[in-house]
């Protein structure tokens, strides 16, 4: 039985946010904007299938994939470039490989307790939210 994700919960830590997304190209003015938001994460998790979604009163990011399965995705909003993405179980952490133009491209995500932890990379820059179970 795999880890459940399922929930939502609100972002209370982000740490190194602006490096990755400096990493990732992002202009000046939108990553002063983005450094601001709290956003929300709303996982749907039916075993290996996987629909996430970041929720801001900026922009709005929303990804769907099966553990163990390559997909297409499309940074839709965020950096918008295609990667061949790929999510894996490493126990009950939830690793993306993200392939495409950025090198060392990916994510984990993880439970402990009532918070969803999450560190994003890409290059050198490592960006870690930690989100908490909305009551
Ligand atoms: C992700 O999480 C990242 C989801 O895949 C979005 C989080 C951060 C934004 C990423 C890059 C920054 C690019 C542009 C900044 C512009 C807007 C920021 C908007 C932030 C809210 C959408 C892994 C997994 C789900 O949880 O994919």
């Given amino acids: 039985m795999p880890a459940n994700y399922n929930g939502t919960y609100n972002m209370i830590s982000n740490e190194n946010f602006e490096s990755y997304m400096r990493a990732l190209g992002i202009d000046f003015a939108t990553r002063k904007i983005a450094n601001l938001l709290k956003p929300q994460k709303v996982i749907e998790q039916n075993g290996d299938f996987f629909r996430m979604k970041t929720i801001s009163s900026f922009r709005n990011y929303s990804t769907e994939f099966t553990v163990g399965t390559e997909y297409e995705e499309e940074t839709k909003g965020l950096d918008n ?53 909305a009551p």
């Fill in 81 to 133: 470039r295609k990667c061949k993405s790929m999510v894996t179980w490493d126990s009950d952490k939830l690793v993306c490989i993200q392939k495409g133009e950025k090198k060392n491209r990916g994510w984990k995500h993880w439970l402990e307790e009532d918070e969803l932890h999450l560190e994003l990379t890409c290059e050198d820059a490592v960006c870690k939210q930690v989100y908490k179970r």
